[in-house]
């Protein structure tokens, strides 16, 4: 069975930056989609960043140019950059798997979630 584990999560002034983690196991797809979700209250979940198997990578507009995807699958490990953090980026971070490939993977088709972790960003 897959499990997805989110880390790297905490409080930071506007400005600063944050790396998140995420470590998969039992994921042995040979193509695959991977993305970073968050979510706030009342709101559903955003994609901000994918990456396939590829190595492929894409981000929304809203953190284009801030928030860098990467993936070490020596470690199977999955990271986000977060440099320049808003208030707005103030949300519960997600990593989502899919085992199948895409050319676009910056969509909300995933099936496997992490337990989520907290960004917080004040000014």
Request: aromatic fraction near 10%; charge should be neutral; glycine fraction near 10%.
């Amino acid at each position: 069975q897959v499990q997805l584990m989110e880390s790297g999560g905490g409080s930071v002034q506007a400005g600063g930056s944050l790396r998140l983690s995420c470590e998969a196991s039992g994921f042995t797809a040979s193509r695959y989609c991977m993305a970073w979700f968050r979510q706030v209250p009342g709101k559903g979940r955003e994609v901000i960043a994918s990456i396939g198997s590829d190595d492929s990578a894409r981000s929304a507009d809203s953190v284009k140019g801030r928030f860098t995807i990467s993936q070490d699958n020596a470690k199977n490990t999955l990271y986000l950059q977060m440099n320049s953090l808003k208030p707005e980026d103030t949300a519960t971070y997600y990593c989502a798997a899919r085992p199948w490939w895409s050319q676009n993977c910056l969509d909300v088709y995933y099936m496997h979630w992490g337990q989520g972790t907290q960004v917080t960003v004040s000014s």
